[in-house]
Nanobody, 117 residues
Framework: QVQLRESGGGLVQPGGSLKLSCAASGSIVNINAMGWYRQAPGKQRELVAASGRTINYKDSVKGRFTISRDNAKNLVHLQMNSLEPEDTAVYYC?????????????WGQGTQVTVSS
């Protein structure tokens, strides 16, 4: 059974930084992609950053957020700089893996990021 566990959320002032991490455990054969989504209250879940064959970012986070992966440890990180109140949301780790039974998608439980003075 594959599980994703996020860490690193919290409360930060505008202009501050946070680093989110997501560790995957279980029988993973290969990684197609890992990334981060977020969902603010009353809004739909949206892609923030994804790392697969290419790296993609939501336009509003380009230049502020950086996604990185450690494939040997099945880790994905999201370094968030120059945070803005609009970045406040629950952030979810996402993974597209090849496992023993084939291709499957997984989600973490979410970690709260609050940007406020």
């Amino acid at each position: 059974q594959v599980q994703l566990r996020e860490s690193g959320g919290g409360l930060v002032q505008p202009g501050g930084s946070l680093k989110l991490s997501c560790a995957a455990s279980g029988s993973i054969v290969n990684i197609n992609a890992m990334g981060w989504y977020r969902q603010a209250p009353g809004k739909q879940r949206e892609l923030v950053a994804a790392s697969g064959r290419t790296i993609n970012y939501k336009d509003s986070v380009k230049g502020r957020f950086t996604i990185s992966r450690d494939n040997a440890k099945n880790l994905v990180h999201l370094q968030m700089n120059s945070l803005e109140p609009e970045d406040t949301a629950v952030y979810y780790c996402y993974a597209d893996f090849i496992v023993r039974t084939g291709r499957a998608e997984y989600w973490g439980q979410g970690t709260q990021v609050t940007v406020s003075s």
